[in-house]
């Protein structure tokens, strides 16, 4: 079979797309990742994973997952972690995104809590009462309204208080709220200080999934493709690291979260049980229901295919 000039050269672009493209060529690129409380990078560095890294990464950070997908809906950012929650609200918001990437830890981290001298003691007690899911559409907003429905407690039977992460962490300490729908530092640090109690735990409710959003801009250009490989490669590493030297992991968190040693060690597993996962089909079909639970609590509206914003393509890099 004879190959033409022009075949030949329309085969080797193709192959060049398709092949990682090798260090030294993603010295000219800036990958802007949106980073929420600034954990990501935190870890990362305590890892000693970003000493050698062959593109500039641009860090924004952000209270909360709502801002970090407003970031991302604006193009302010290349890509960017939350719960798998939120990112489908974004979608549904029109955010022209796609997940490339997902960690699961088992479903721990987001939380309930209520004050250390409370009187609820089961999701029961919780009718009547007022309680903050955070920010709507969030991974805790999600958590609530699985739990009341758990429960058998319709959300118009509790006062539903939506703050951004500070005011729900002042209200909560001054009593403003009940409970409080909460993850990640914000739970550590009222467990910490304020002695909160967890009511319950998430499990059964939360997927566990942590997804990492990427803009169709970014995926459309090859050189951020590979950079955004690259970066879910290290994250994967930062993860093994934290499960190889718990002590290492342990003291970071401390000073990370700002918290004693008795606070942070209970938190170890939810933060380090993140294992990386396929984005196929079964990824799709976890992101559907959740999409079929906001809707069935009211919070979104209409029919979205969740499988068109799964992006399968992206090269996964090794580990070792």
Known sequence: MTITRRAFGAIAALALLAAPLAAQDLKGVTLRVADQVGESRARLQAAGLLDDVPYTIEWSVYPAAV???????????????????????????????RI?????????????????????????????????????GSVAHYLVLGALKQAGIDPSEVKLAFLTPSDAAAAFQSGGIDAWGTWGVYKARSTGVLGAQTLFDGKGVNTGNAVYAVTDEALADPAKRAAISDYLARIERSYDWARSDREAFLTFYQQFSKQDRATVEPLYEEQTAYVRKPVDDALAAQLQQVFATWVEAGVLKGDLDLSAYVYHDLLVETTN
């Open 67 to 97: 801002n970090l997908h407003e970031a991302l809906k604006a193009g302010a950012a290349d890509v960017g972690m939350s719960a798998d929650s939120p990112a489908v609200a974004a979608i549904a918001g029109g955010s022209k995104i």
């Open 100 to 136: 490339a990437g997902v960690f699961n830890n088992g479903g721990l981290g987001s939380a309930i809590i209520v004050p250390k001298d409370s009187g609820i003691r089961t999701l029961a007690d919780l009718k009547g009462k007022t309680i903050s899911p955070t920010t709507r």
